[in-house]
């Protein structure tokens, strides 16, 4: 099992990227929230990678942090979730996002990603409920700060911002800031 590759980024084709290493040539399919990140092509990059064996193709994921590892591999375990849905869902959301929007059971979220309906989202709730928390930075797990967090994310959302610049807005402010103070912070933060 391939479980990490470092090389040389030469060819990016969305979702898709060419990773050389050493003269071989891996093909990964990435998340967006990973794709953002990459380095310039011909530079070097690390990515932690989920190789999956059919009968008719041998795929490599790769992701730019462990915890999206571990929530594409909790994501492929739920029954109807294969990876492309897995992908979709990390392209949508962080690790970190969808971890809070699993412990505040939040489906109008979920269902704002393509191909995620109102079912799907509710049965991934209900299925990661309890295996995916961890993924949480400290002190999210909390519901009040979830519930705050939320509220400052709808109110950004509202405003006009989309919802990657909203969710990076809110994961910047302090955790013990309320509703107001957390707006506030963000739009501040947002207008750097």
């Known amino acids: 099992m391939i479980g990490r590759i470092t090389g040389t980024l030469i060819e990016k084709h969305p979702p898709q990227i060419v990773v050389d290493v050493a003269g071989v040539g891996y093909e990964l399919d990435v998340p967006m929230s990973t794709l953002y990140h990459l380095p310039s092509l011909g530079e070097r990059v690390a990515l932690h990678t989920h190789l999956v064996v059919r009968e008719d193709a041998q795929l490599l994921y790769g992701f730019g942090s462990e915890s999206e590892r571990a929530s594409f591999r909790q994501l492929i375990r739920i029954t109807g979730v294969g990876?492309?849905?897995?992908?979709?869902?990390?392209?949508?959301?962080?690790?970190?996002?969808?971890?809070?929007?699993?412990?505040?059971?939040?489906?109008?979220?979920?269902?704002?990603i393509p191909g995620v309906g109102k079912k799907t989202a509710e049965r991934l709730l209900l299925e990661l409920k309890g295996k995916i928390a961890d993924a949480l930075p400290v002190g999210t797990a909390q519901p009040q700060v979830a519930s705050v967090n939320s509220d400052v994310l709808n109110a950004l959302l509202a405003l006009g911002y989309n919802e990657r610049e909203a969710s990076t807005a809110v994961r910047q402010i302090a955790v013990s800031a309320s509703v107001e103070d957390g707006i506030r912070l963000a739009l501040k933060w947002l207008s750097k």
């Open 83 to 112: 990876p492309k849905m897995a992908l979709a869902v990390l392209s949508g959301l962080s690790a970190a996002d969808l971890a809070q929007a699993v412990v505040m059971q939040d489906v109008t979220l979920l269902t704002k």
